[in-house]
């Protein structure tokens, strides 16, 4: 595992480093080395008292991870090869919703939405628990990066999670919601 401070680094001696250590991607458009990835995501750092919150974006290369930590103040990389990864997890927890006589978010279902857009629709008096994704990335080291996929969908981490090596242990376990 890498860790680099992308406050003072160049972009070409950072595609260097990560062409060195996880490969290049293998997707261009337009003449750009694009690779695939999710964002969406939330990491929060207690630093004493304060909590700094980073956006993430992780990137899949040919031979690992990148992702990409950003917050107000700085923003670094991790660079984690598949054979230091032991596991990556997405789990969200089953939302508990109360029955109401009128909801818009059984209104927005009904219409057919998926339950990561229509979940925007629950009224505050109908929530008893909603609990957020979370992306769960353990290292050989017993290092556990704990991430909160905010924004980011079901689908869209699925597809993502598939695509990933398999000499990874990839777990996917989403339960949406129960109306009580």
């Known amino acids: ?6 406050s003072n680094k160049n972009k070409h001696n950072l595609q260097r480093i990560i062409g060195e250590n996880i490969g290049m991607p293998q997707k261009k458009i337009f003449g750009i080395d694009i690779a695939p990835g999710i ?3 939330v990491f929060e750092d207690r630093v004493g008292d304060h909590i700094v ?3 993430v974006a992780v990137e899949r290369y040919p031979k690992g991870l990148a992702m990409f930590f950003r917050s107000v103040s700085n923003s670094f990389l991790i660079v984690l090869p598949y054979e230091e990864i032991q596991t990556i997890s997405f789990i969200k927890d089953e939302d508990m919703i109360y029955e109401s006589s009128f909801s818009w978010f059984r209104m927005v279902r009904n219409l057919g939405f998926p339950y990561d857009k229509a979940k925007k629709f629950i009224l505050e008096k ?10 769960s990335i353990v290292t050989k080291e017993n290092i556990t990066f704990e991430l909160v996929a905010a924004s980011c969908t079901q689908k869209k981490a699925e597809t993502f999670l598939n695509s990933i ?4 242990r990839v777990f996917v376990q989403y339960k949406e919601f129960r109306i009580i």
């Open 165 to 168: 090596s398999s000499e990874v």
């Open 39 to 41: 964002s969406g995501i």
């Open 1 to 6: 595992m890498i860790t680099l401070d992308l």
């Open 126 to 135: 109908e929530k008893l628990v909603v609990h957020h994704s979370r992306l």
């Open 53 to 55: 919150r980073y956006k």
